[in-house]
């Protein structure tokens, strides 16, 4: 079955550099998160998109902005990198938000490092 | 503001034993509840996913229990083995669909 995929799954980036990250929701999927997970952290939420929309958002800092496309697939746009930014980058998606169908499939996220 | 807590933080138990992790929550409007396994620096590993209308979920040597009134699900793992070893996190979905982690619990079983 086909999984959620992300690219790319490594990222060496320095410091007040520009990264995005891309996300491909499992086929027929509408809904997306994006979610950040710091060294020996549990991850948090950063924001979610439905139907091309944001949906909510979480602790994402201003730097930072997503979009979803009308394919379905979405971009994290970082800007001016910071050390704490080092992270490990996870997306999710869901066939429809909200009620019985909201279990979440995670990729295997992408691991951003600034050096 | 839903707050997640899992204990222990930590579980070192010897190979065999049957195991309960606890996740509380204190909102109980949520819409499921799914339990993940993490492996140092890896991904999330779903292993059950219960619906806010279920009570429990198993899957193989895996049993989660899900008690929305006292804001609290558990995960027994029965005869733990040391491939069991990692991180386990529950996740609620509640609000507007996003997942709120817990704070995990680091299992190692030993050999």
């Known amino acids: 079955a086909a999984g959620v995929i992300q690219s790319p799954r490594h990222l060496i980036k320095e410091k007040r550099e520009t990264a995005t990250l891309k996300c491909y929701p499992i086929p027929r999927h509408d809904t997306v998160y994006w979610y950040q997970q710091g060294p020996g952290q549990d991850p948090q939420f950063l924001i979610s998109f439905y139907e091309k929309m944001q949906s909510d958002k979480g602790s994402i800092p201003d730097r930072f902005s997503a979009q979803q496309f009308s394919d379905y697939h979405s971009e994290l746009n970082m800007s001016s990198l910071e050390l704490g930014d080092s992270a490990l980058y996870f997306c999710a998606s869901s066939p429809r938000a909200g009620g019985l169908y909201n279990e979440q499939f995670f990729g295997p996220g992408t691991r951003l490092t600034v050096l | 503001k839903q707050e997640v807590t899992q204990i222990p933080a930590a579980l070192s138990v010897p190979e065999g034993e049957n195991l309960v992790l606890n996740c509380s929550f204190t909102d109980s409007a949520i819409y499921n509840l799914q339990w993940f396994r993490q492996d140092p620096g890896k991904g999330l590993t779903s292993l059950l996913l219960i619906q806010s209308s279920q009570r429990e979920q198993t899957s193989g040597r895996l049993n989660a229990s899900l008690d929305k009134s006292s804001g609290r699900s558990t995960l027994y793992i029965a005869a733990s083995q040391p491939g069991d070893s990692a991180t386990y996190l529950c996740?609620?979905?509640?609000?507007?669909?996003?997942?709120?982690f817990g704070t995990g619990t680091r299992l190692k079983v030993l050999a």
């Open positions: 996740a609620l979905g509640s609000g507007t669909y996003k997942y709120i």
